[in-house]
């Protein structure tokens, strides 16, 4: 999935295209790739490929991307453990533990 987000100057490239904020069109785009999933003609291989795109459309669901992040100029300027705290007091951000609490319900 890296790989076909670096390459930007693809015209049938999805990942490059994709609207990270169309959170209708990202559930849409789950549901399709869960049908290939689901369809036998597949092999196993295409299967988990379909299967793994399903649960990166979740995923970006369910994430909340902000436009007009101020990044700082050197890695120095904030520590790792303040940039874990913000995320962990961001409450859009899902977590690894929104996903877990999701699976056991």
């Known amino acids: 999935m890296f790989l076909s987000r670096k390459a930007n100057g693809e015209s049938y490239t999805f990942f490059s295209k994709l609207d990270l904020e169309d959170k209708s069109a990202l559930h849409s785009y789950r549901r399709e790739f869960l049908d290939h999933v689901r369809n ?7 299967r988990g490929f379909f299967s793994a795109w399903a649960d990166c459309m979740r995923v970006l669901s369910r994430i909340t991307i902000p436009n007009n992040i101020a990044a700082p100029t050197t890695n120095s300027e904030v520590s790792g453990e303040e940039r874990l705290e913000n995320v962990k007091s961001d409450e859009g951000q899902a977590t690894i533990e929104n996903f877990l609490k999701e699976e056991e319900d």
Do not use: E, S, V
């Open 40 to 46: 036998r003609l597949h092999g196993d291989f295409d």
